[in-house]
């Protein structure tokens, strides 16, 4: 069992995580979300004694990572799959990690088979593809069998039979009961495997919901409106009680309103109506209303550019 508990960490004059307090679930996918520099990676660096938290706690079944015994039997990590020996092969790779933990050298065999790297486990690490080294990675977490089990953008350079393995395997973990705890910026693998959704932004905690709980509270369907006065449309349903965002320029999503709502609404204020369509949002749709406008990186939308030229 994970436990943060009022957890801050600060680098120099920077807040990289402020003031969270989360519980990892076992038998249950957590997808772990947030914009660059959020504060995912520090957090799941001070789990695993990586760091140390400025203020508050980490625990892990009661004690600090620091402080387990077997450590690997209570988490497995992949964190930076760049950082594995490019000069080993897969099976002295995992035959090292099993020493150094004191597993029976007989586990190596059945991860590179589940992994699906036992035809090449006697080749140099330095000659495999990223998704090749994510499958290494992905085994070294699992060498001790760990009760939890985190894996930093796991789906990083696998091809799509890789995606598919890789959601097999995360939905058989949570089923045999680990907390499973995933960061990642493919939202629609988030969405294919996770149970429940944690949020940070800029190290804060904004969401921390069951996948049940969005779909109720804050993922619900909404009203995609175009119109020849948006910016006023906008204004008027937002006075009649209207939740209303504006994604784009031109194109509002209207929720606590029915399309027939608007559709009088507008009639009756002489705005014309281009489009009125229900939607039923995706996670990403979701997560970009959730972050919008409170992210420390941000590209330049070459079409709002002044200087940008239509073809």
Request: aromatic share 4%.
């Amino acid at each position: 069992m994970i436990q943060l508990s009022n957890m801050t960490k600060r680098f120099a004059d920077k807040i990289a995580v402020n003031d969270i307090s989360l519980y990892i679930h076992p038998g249950v996918v957590t997808g772990f979300l947030g914009p660059n520099g959020a504060g995912k990676t520090t957090t799941m660096r001070v789990i695993l004694g990586l760091a140390a938290p400025t203020s508050g706690s980490v625990s892990v079944n009661g004690k600090p990572y620091g402080s387990l015994e077997r450590p690997l039997s209570k988490i497995g990590a992949t964190i930076d799959s760049s950082a594995i020996d490019t000069r080993l092969t897969p099976r002295q790779h995992l035959s090292i990690l099993a020493t150094a933990a004191g597993i029976n050298k007989n586990r190596v065999d059945e991860l590179l088979s589940l992994v699906g790297l036992q035809k090449v486990s006697d080749k140099k690490i330095g000659e495999f593809s990223l998704g090749m080294k994510q499958r290494i990675s992905i085994a070294g977490a699992l060498i001790g069998n760990p009760e939890t089990i985190m894996m930093d953008e796991p789906f990083n350079g696998l091809d799509v039979e890789g995606i598919h393995w890789l959601r097999t395997l995360l939905r058989d973990l949570a089923k045999q009961g680990k907390a499973v705890l995933i960061s990642s910026h493919l939202l629609s693998e988030i969405q294919e495997i996770a149970d429940r959704i944690i949020v940070l932004v800029r190290g804060k905690l904004i969401a921390d919901m069951s996948m049940s709980e969005m779909q109720e509270k804050s993922f619900r369907s909404y009203v995609q409106v175009q119109s020849n006065n948006i910016s006023e449309l906008k204004r008027i349903l937002a006075e009649n009680g209207a939740q209303v965002y504006m994604p784009e320029s031109g194109i509002l999503h209207v929720r606590k309103m029915t399309a027939r709502r608007i559709g009088d609404i507008a009639f009756t204020n002489g705005i014309r109506i281009y489009e009125l369509v229900n939607y039923q949002p995706s996670l990403e749709q979701l997560f970009s209303e959730m972050v919008d406008g409170k992210t420390d990186y941000k590209g330049l939308n070459l079409n709002q550019d002044k200087g940008a030229t239509k073809k």
